[in-house]
């Protein structure tokens, strides 16, 4: 792996953390930074940043969405290499900006969306299909549960990719979860506007992740494990999330205090 | 009229609602789907029988010259009970030689057809991948309820009939496309309750084929390697 | 226009519907078996297609290309249906498609109809326009018939009846049969639905029935069936009138190769359904000797011309979307409070009447995308979905006012690096009243329908941001 550090340039890698990430989960940023810090990059996060438009987009406020577009490209227009620890934002940037600034007919907008979308990548991208890496030297000995988000799964096509980086986690003890697919029933606003069926699907979602035996549950978004942790620590489970982040971004080191 | 006025207003609606290029219609949509089977006739043969029995249907296997027993064997124990079969109308006389008597179609009206023991068809073609058989409803095959009213249909089927896959059907078809045509997977069912599949709701309940290889004699098998 | 689908212009909203539905543990139990049988069963006879995928681009290009010219296959449809002995009629809307189905049953002096399962009739409440001409119609689809025997409404599209259980079924068949020594088993129901009906099939002479495709090439007509009871109504009266969507129309006879591949693995998870039936106008001495096609558009050339979301007309209609939605397995159909429910229900049912009415139905989707992946012509849902709730944004601008400021301030928020990072000061100090042990377990106004199910974890002290400039200043 060491071989292998050293032929990989180090890569400047812009940071997205996304508005909801920036504030309630700060851990899962900062779990970002020291992995791929630790694997050699240097990170760089524009302050300028805000939001993707994800939630105004898809609750019909398109025109609301439209300045944070323009706001995101001109962020990162500069950026080597974007990363993001949300497949759902990064979803609504591939699926949703190429129309959104065709709509506007400008022709420079649609370029440089154009040229900012081959350079943004989920996180697991990122390490699997950039860096070629499934060790990341992680250490997490814990019982792990890994719950598929529907962008990940459905937008982003990352078929095993996150699987493939816990499986190499030393210690980790993966259990698979049954209707793995399935939606937990977050779903942005529908989780306020349709709250009685959030919580039905939530609570099927629940019985799965128990019935794993798991002391962690894990996906890619924070959006998901949001609603999910909020199911289970209302049911005093004592089960946890944990972003993949945050597993990836943990060592032996850190285990050992 | 209101007819034209209901069909100009709502033809207008549409040619209001798309713009469109003059050439389009005339591209045809180009099919990346598979429209040839790929398996060799013993195999396709096998999957038909595979198929059909899957949902239920009977199915009995003989040579070419073996039709007539084989239908004979399977005619008989209705003899006993009085209740004849019927024959659609052009069913070839010669299969018909060792069965007790059968009814032919143009004496069979509803009544007949309600209380028959079953109705005997040739059919059209059959398809393989789906166990479907395709009546046109030509000579030997009856008109469309004597396939419907009685409790049991039997077909025969030669192997030469017999198409891989639902494209070679249509292929086949495309000279009686206006034909009164049905395609029959099986015994009628439904899964209305609770989802467990059972015969016969409507239309027979059982379903036999006589598959007669003639086509396996005329051509000798290949294997490939 | 009188635009009808259902009932949705007087069905409560799907927030509403669905509460007493997500409470009824039996149907709750049925949904699930239901949807988790067909979908396995879906899965794999999909799967068994290496050209599964091809299929289904070819099946959507056939049927953009019919849209964009749907003019002229229905003309050409039209000529030849009626070349061939058929008679065609137009119908505007729900209304009008009524009178031309009532009037048809009048001239044959009919006081009873059979009915072939058809979507469109439910739509156009064409039951209802019957019985108050005095004209009885029966159900002939076993769901139907257990459907309508019930009083009750379908509940999905391919399995309406799936609500029920057996014990149930018996029920309803014991009364309104008469059979008190009714068993409960599938096969006992079942034939006592064949006798009950058989009687029906060879003494009524009028049936009024759907039609899954209309071929423009031939003048034909395609009925895809698994009971038979769409074989009989069509070969045993004497007069038959089917009532189409204008969207059922295709171009070639031979595209029926396509869509026959893929409507019953993705309906039933079958390689076929039991019986498909084609013909084409009248034959002389085989089926009825009148034959009536009415074209109903209520609402669908309206769809036609929002670009975006014409794909919405491309349905076949074979339910895969409902049986793949997870908010569909825990509501069933009744929440969509109208003919058509599932994914496919929200989109269709508010669009057919140009928004004025179902608007709660894009909303009732978490956006997974899983209708998406199983629709055997492909049609992009979520993004249908999402484009019509920017329509109810828009249109529907002074119901929408509460949520549209909270938006709009939002946006506003994220316009401005300065403005954010004020808003997340305000957050982190305004949540302190709400948090008990770093965990907020109620929340104010709409934010309280989250903290009905679920706590929220409190705001961490220092953001992400905050962090980032504390230990990266250098790199700045």
Redesign the interface.
Known sequence: MALRRLRMQPLRISLFITCYNDLLFPETGRSVVRLLERLGHRVEFPLEQTCCGQMHYNSGYQTEAMPLMRRFVDVFRGADVVCSPSSSCVAMIRDHYPKMAASTGEPRLIEAVEALLPRVFELTELLVKKLGLEDVGACYPHRVTYHASCHSLRSLHLDDLPLRLLRKVRGIDLVELSNVDRCCGFGGTFAVKNGDVSAAMLAEKMLDVEKTGAEVCTAVDNSCLMHIHGGLHRRRTGIRTVHLAEILASTEAETAQ | MTQSEAREAILARIRNAVTRSSDDCEREVVAGYQRVGSRMPEERLALFVERLREYDAQVVTVEAAGVAKALGELLRPDAEHAVPWVAADGFPADWLAECPAVLPETEAGVDELNRCAGVVTTCTLGIAVTGTLVLQHGAGEGRRRTTLLPDRHLSVIHASQVVETVPEAFARLAQSATRPLTFISGPSATADIEMTRIRGVHGPRQLTVILAEDWIRLFPATRHS | MTIRVGESATAPS??KA??PL?GDSQLRK?LR??TE??QRRRAVVAGEL??WQ??R??AA??KQ?T??????Y??QFEAACTV?GGQV????DAE?ANRIVLELVRQQNAGEVLKIKTMTADETGLNQALEQAGIRPYET???EL?VQLGNDRPSHIV????H???SQ?REIFRERMQLPDLGDS??D??DA??QY??EK??RVKTAIGGANFL?A????VCIVE????G??C???PETLILMAG?DKVIPR??D???F??LLSRSA?G????????????V?A???PRNFHVV?V?NGR??I??DEEARQTLECIRCGACLNAC??YR??GGHAYGSTYGGPIGAILTPQLQNMEHAQSL?????????C??VCPVKINIPEVL?H???????EQQSAMKPE?LG??A??A?????RR?EAA?RL?QAGQAPLVRKG?I?WLPG??G??T??????A??K????????ET?RD??
């Open positions: 799907f927030q669905a509460l997500l049925n078996h239901a049988v067909i290496p050209d091809a299929l681009d070819a290009a056939v290309k849209l964009r010219h749907l003019d002229r229905l003309v061939a009629h137009w119908a505007r009008e689809d076993l769901a257990i399995v309406p009846a799936l029920r259980n057996r079924v599938p096969q129901l079942t639905a064949r009906l058989r099939f060879l071929i090439e031939t003048g034909g698994s009971e038979g009871n074989r009989m069509l070969t045993l204008v006879f031979q029926l190769e396509v026959l591949q039933t079958e390689r076929m359904n039991p019986y498909n039936s084609i013909w084409t106008g034959y001495g085989d089926g074209l558009d050339t309206g036609l011309a997870p908010v825990q509501t894009p909303y009732a989707s978490s956006l997974c995308g899983a998406y992946e999402i019509l709730r920017g329509r109810v944004v828009r549209a938006m709009k939002i946006a928020v994220f316009r401005s690096r954010l997340h957050a965990w377990h709409e934010l329908a989250w009905a199910a679920r706590d929220l974890r705001i961490p220092q953001s992400f941001r905050e962090w980032w400039k990266h790199a700045e």
